[in-house]
């Protein structure tokens, strides 16, 4: 290889994280763009905002131009821009909400033109803090709301071949976007070979990915930071810069405390993580040194092949027939090794999942992510979270199918008592915990335990409560040696995964919580109409025993009406429609055959 070549390559895998930043600050809101770029003043987006505003309204952009000499700091990008008298922008106006400023809110709302209401939010982050905070309100709003459209930022960089699609595999690698990275022109991208450009292509990959997280976790202090200001936060935290720089500060400020908090937490995870590996290895290690001897003195070892766990050993007896007749209905588990399934590809197990749930991917991301980098499928215990109807426990079921999991459902506003844990043997109606009954059901040592309704527990506590008798099963190490009060035996429960639904998490108990990870669940939009229809349609066909296919989708009249009696929110609400419109489709079918 020769040197030029190799300057060339080496200028191709080097990614400048400022320009990778740059990449994908162009592609974000321009709210975003205002509050997250470095050098917005001394920067082009002044002038670009003045020309988005121009290209609008023919004459707006000087006003703009004027209210950002005089609300905001040393604009070069402006210097150039013809200079004129604007009446929307007198010389005693004064206040954070006049001039160029008000002409653009009025043009904006009067036009209905995002373009401008864009542009307006974001002159308020660049003005000078000292004028602009008491709208730090409206920015706030503004940034919330631009916070829902990263994703759409995140789908415009993947379609230009920019950030990779996460762990959904490639076939070929995408064509490069960029002619000539080299220093001094060095020479067009096509002049390198294949293994060269796949590499670079890579390595820009990573680092715009690595410059969108960055980002996004930018703007979410930028909102924090936002809110801080407009609730009044204390005056020795700003400092004298754009209102966007002051919040970012403020945000940061405002979240060091959790972001401590939560290093040490993973931090302690991490060590429990590793101590239990530790004692299982030293246990392993005592049974190696034990040797032949020793294990004919005990009770003969139980040979459980790779992918396998034992959940309950042996069941004690106590009293006359009593263990046999607990064993009842068990007997398939007992002593026996229940294999653990293994987790499938998590890329097809997403592709399955959004069609179904478009409008929740990130609650579909999340809760796959806490099953990755995992043999077998199994999750800390988490609390989907989400208002009624959305489609919760729907998307819980879809999860432990698509995974493969039997999934075992316990209705939360039905438990009065401290069942889940199992109830004492001493009772006419004994039974063990509910997640042995889930392995026992799949005769699965991995199945996913659905605690449905979670928030409407009954709080009484004369025969026990569901929150109480939750908590053994959630904390690792106990569930790893959970004392069944019926069985009266010690279950390794460690690798069934709990799941809970609720509608909101305050009326849980602190322990309760500390001990889940929670995922907040949307509610769909009216734009999800066509992505819900085909999972709606085949439910209502599995209830009345019918095969799916028997169901034909809604033509363009029927679409028309659900479009029009459902927009958005409650599935439950759409299913009702649907159903609606079918009784509508049966009579006319009915009245055509007489």
Same mark, same amino acid.
């Not at 007896?317 to 209905?329: A, F, I, N, V």
């Given at each position: 290889m020769t040197k030029e070549e190799q300057a060339m390559e080496n200028a191709l895998q080097e990614v400048p994280p400022a320009t990778a930043r740059a990449i994908v600050l162009r592609h974000l809101p321009r709210p975003l763009r205002a509050g997250l770029q470095h050098d917005v003043a001394d920067g082009p987006l002044p002038a670009e905002l003045a020309a988005d505003a121009d290209a609008a309204v023919p004459g707006l952009g000087a006003e703009v131009a004027d209210w950002i000499?005089?609300?905001?700091?040393?604009?070069?990008?402006?210097?150039?821009?013809?200079?004129?008298?604007?009446?929307?922008?007198?010389?005693?106006?004064?206040?954070?909400?006049?001039g160029g400023l008000a002409a653009?809110?009025?043009?904006?709302?009067?036009?209905?033109?995002?373009?401008?209401?864009?542009?307006?939010?974001?002159?308020?982050?660049?003005?000078?803090?000292?004028?602009?905070?008491?709208?730090?309100?409206?920015?706030?709003?503004?940034?919330?709301?631009?916070?829902?459209?990263? =994703?759409?930022?995140?789908?415009?960089?993947?379609?230009?071949?920019?950030?990779?699609?996460?762990?959904?595999?490639?076939?070929?690698?995408?064509?490069?976007?960029?002619?000539?990275?080299?220093?001094?022109?060095l020479g067009p991208v096509a002049a390198a070979d294949a293994e060269t450009v796949d590499a670079a292509a890579a390595a820009w990959r990573t680092a715009i990915d690595a410059a969108f997280a960055e980002l996004a976790a930018e703007a979410r202090l930028l909102v924090i930071g936002l809110s801080a200001v407009a609730g009044g936060r204390p005056v020795h935290t700003w400092r004298q810069d754009t209102l966007a720089a002051v919040a970012l500060g403020v945000g940061k400020a405002a979240v060091e405390p959790l972001t401590l908090a939560a290093a040490r937490d993973g931090r302690r995870y991490g060590e429990e993580r590793a101590r239990h590996r530790v004692e299982d290895l030293q246990e392993q290690l005592s049974a190696l040194r034990a040797g032949p001897a020793d294990a004919a003195a005990g009770d003969t070892p139980l040979d459980v092949p790779p992918g396998h766990v034992i959940v309950c050993p042996t069941i004690a007896k106590t009293g006359p027939g $009593?263990? $046999?007749?607990?064993?009842?209905?068990?007997?398939?588990?007992?002593?026996?090794?229940?294999?653990?399934? =293994?987790?499938?590809?998590?890329?097809?197990?997403?592709?399955?999942?959004?069609?179904?749930? =478009?409008?929740a991917q990130s609650a579909v991301d999340a809760v796959l992510g806490a099953f990755a980098g995992r043999p077998h499928v199994h999750a800390p215990p988490l609390l989907v979270v989400g208002p009624p109807g959305c489609g919760k426990s729907r998307f819980v079921r879809r999860v432990g199918a698509a995974l493969g999991v039997g999934v075992h459902r316990v209705d939360g506003a039905n438990d009065g008592g401290g069942s889940f844990g199992g109830t004492e043997r001493r009772w006419y109606s004994s039974e063990p915990c509910k997640p042995f009954m889930a392995v026992a059901r799949h005769a699965q040592a991995n199945p996913l335990v659905l605690v449905d309704e979670i928030d409407k527990a009954p709080t009484r506590s004369d025969y026990g409560r569901l929150w109480d008798s939750m908590l053994q099963v959630l904390?690792?190490?106990?569930?790893?040696?959970?004392?069944?009060?019926?069985?009266?035996v010690e279950l390794d429960l460690s690798c069934v995964t709990v799941m809970c639904t609720a509608n909101s998490a305050a009326p849980l108990p602190g322990p309760l919580l500390d001990r889940m990870r929670i995922v907040r669940f949307p509610e769909p939009g009216a734009q999800?109409?066509?992505?819900?229809?085909?999972?709606?349609?085949?439910?209502?066909?599995?209830?009345?025993?019918?095969? =799916?296919?028997?169901?034909?989708?809604?033509?363009?009249?029927?679409?028309?009406?659900?479009?029009?009696?459902?927009?958005?929110?409650?599935?439950?609400r759409l299913r009702r429609a649907v159903e609606a419109v079918l009784r509508v489709r049966e009579r006319a079918l009915a009245g055509k055959l007489q």
């Amino acid at each position: 290889m020769t040197k030029e070549e190799q300057a060339m390559e080496n200028a191709l895998q080097e990614v400048p994280p400022a320009t990778a930043r740059a990449i994908v600050l162009r592609h974000l809101p321009r709210p975003l763009r205002a509050g997250l770029q470095h050098d917005v003043a001394d920067g082009p987006l002044p002038a670009e905002l003045a020309a988005d505003a121009d290209a609008a309204v023919p004459g707006l952009g000087a006003e703009v131009a004027d209210w950002i000499r005089a609300w905001s700091g040393r604009c070069p990008g402006l210097d150039r821009w013809p200079e004129r008298t604007s009446p929307a922008y007198p010389a005693h106006a004064s206040g954070p909400g006049r001039g160029g400023l008000a002409a653009l809110d009025r043009s904006a709302a009067t036009r209905d033109d995002a373009v401008l209401r864009d542009v307006a939010d974001a002159l308020v982050l660049i003005g000078a803090f000292d004028h602009l905070a008491p709208l730090a309100g409206r920015a706030a709003a503004a940034v919330w709301a631009c916070l829902d459209r990263l =994703p759409e930022a995140g789908a415009t960089l993947h379609q230009l071949a920019l950030t990779s699609a996460g762990t959904q595999a490639r076939t070929s690698a995408p064509d490069v976007p960029w002619p000539d990275l080299g220093p001094d022109g060095l020479g067009p991208v096509a002049a390198a070979d294949a293994e060269t450009v796949d590499a670079a292509a890579a390595a820009w990959r990573t680092a715009i990915d690595a410059a969108f997280a960055e980002l996004a976790a930018e703007a979410r202090l930028l909102v924090i930071g936002l809110s801080a200001v407009a609730g009044g936060r204390p005056v020795h935290t700003w400092r004298q810069d754009t209102l966007a720089a002051v919040a970012l500060g403020v945000g940061k400020a405002a979240v060091e405390p959790l972001t401590l908090a939560a290093a040490r937490d993973g931090r302690r995870y991490g060590e429990e993580r590793a101590r239990h590996r530790v004692e299982d290895l030293q246990e392993q290690l005592s049974a190696l040194r034990a040797g032949p001897a020793d294990a004919a003195a005990g009770d003969t070892p139980l040979d459980v092949p790779p992918g396998h766990v034992i959940v309950c050993p042996t069941i004690a007896k106590t009293g006359p027939g $009593k263990g $046999k007749e607990l064993t009842r209905g068990y007997e398939h588990v007992v002593g026996v090794a229940l294999p653990l399934v =293994p987790v499938p590809d998590l890329a097809t197990v997403r592709d399955a999942l959004l069609p179904e749930f =478009p409008y929740a991917q990130s609650a579909v991301d999340a809760v796959l992510g806490a099953f990755a980098g995992r043999p077998h499928v199994h999750a800390p215990p988490l609390l989907v979270v989400g208002p009624p109807g959305c489609g919760k426990s729907r998307f819980v079921r879809r999860v432990g199918a698509a995974l493969g999991v039997g999934v075992h459902r316990v209705d939360g506003a039905n438990d009065g008592g401290g069942s889940f844990g199992g109830t004492e043997r001493r009772w006419y109606s004994s039974e063990p915990c509910k997640p042995f009954m889930a392995v026992a059901r799949h005769a699965q040592a991995n199945p996913l335990v659905l605690v449905d309704e979670i928030d409407k527990a009954p709080t009484r506590s004369d025969y026990g409560r569901l929150w109480d008798s939750m908590l053994q099963v959630l904390d690792p190490e106990n569930a790893r040696r959970f004392p069944d009060p019926s069985l009266q035996v010690e279950l390794d429960l460690s690798c069934v995964t709990v799941m809970c639904t609720a509608n909101s998490a305050a009326p849980l108990p602190g322990p309760l919580l500390d001990r889940m990870r929670i995922v907040r669940f949307p509610e769909p939009g009216a734009q999800h109409l066509d992505a819900l229809l085909p999972g709606v349609l085949r439910e209502i066909a599995v209830d009345a025993g019918l095969d =799916p296919r028997f169901l034909r989708p809604p033509d363009g009249v029927e679409r028309a009406a659900l479009a029009a009696r459902w927009r958005g929110g409650s599935v439950r609400r759409l299913r009702r429609a649907v159903e609606a419109v079918l009784r509508v489709r049966e009579r006319a079918l009915a009245g055509k055959l007489q």
